[in-house]
């Protein structure tokens, strides 16, 4: 039996437990993997600690890995035993094997290793629909992003550098900054004791930014949407910090005819075309070594509770992920 990380109650990185778990063979349409490194995103801190459902539990937590193909059902032909593969978005990913359903996966380039597979389906593909979704960027633009030193962070800058945007990048701490800057952000807001608005609005000329792309949610929002240009759009992707609270659409009439959106991944690759589309373009930047994929913390699977504590307490950098 595999041994998978799951959650009996929600709660802090305590409820995180390291157990056995049933595995059954494939249905018609699933695969079976053996996994080898799963990714750690912030939302697996929102499914620990109930702010997203996790559905009935026991859950096993976890939203992306790399993996071999071990066996397929009687209707899948477009994988083999053998085959390397990863996903993102999907419950049930801390664990050693798994089914999972074929359309869901996506064969993996051989110039890409596991650790970095399994570390950029979930964070690259998000970067790829804010940049080319909820906002498509055009060169020239100015844009503002939160947490630039992160996950998703690191991803975002460089690849909206690569098209040719101003990055203004927030970012907690000094050595943060430094990270951000050599990875794309012309210009750096530290956002634990500087103005945002103000600083942007100096930076921008008064203008401010065609896009701010939030994933701190309840401490940023007013300041993102402060921060914008008239007509510009406010992606608020994330609740880092807690979830935006309710407000009325009115207040983004004076503000300049304002747009705000609340976008999640899940959407962005609800279908197999959608989610094909992103995963060549993240594979083309990646490979060619346009957007660079920072591993900077890995931690062993079992050991899940403690990379909770550091992503938790802002002490990341980069990707994280858990060898299996
Ligand atoms: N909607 C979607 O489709 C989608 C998909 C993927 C990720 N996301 C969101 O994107 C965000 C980034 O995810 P990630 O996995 O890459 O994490 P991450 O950015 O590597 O880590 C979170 C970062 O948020 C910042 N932060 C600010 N206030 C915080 C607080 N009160 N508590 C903890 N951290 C705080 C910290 O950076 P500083 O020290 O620089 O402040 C921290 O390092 C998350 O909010 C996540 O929910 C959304």
Redesign the pocket.
Known sequence: MPKAISIHQTGGPEVLTWEEVQLSAPAADEVQIRQTVCG????DI?GRTGLYPVGDLPAILGMEAVGIVEAVGTNVDAFKPGDRVAYPMQLGAYTEARNIDANVLVPVPEAIDDATAAAMM??GL?AH?LLFRTYPVKAGDTILM????????LILCQWARHLGVSVIG????EE?AELARANGCEHIIM??DENIPERVRDITAGKGVAAAYD???Q?TFMDSLDSLRPFGVLAT??????PVEAFSPAILAPKGSLYVTR????T?ISTRELLMEGAQRLFDVVSAGQVKIHVNQTFELADCANAHRA????Q?????VLTV
Do not use: D, F, Q
Request: a positive charge; charged letters at 10%.
């Open positions: 750690l995103n912030y939302i929102y979930l964070k998000t629909y939160y947490a630039a030193a992160g996950g998703v962070g927030c970012v907690g701490s943060k956002y634990r994933s701190i949610g401490a992707y994330g609740n880092a910090s807690g976008p999640t991944l899940a962005h992503l938790e307490s802002r990341t950098s980069g990707c994280t």
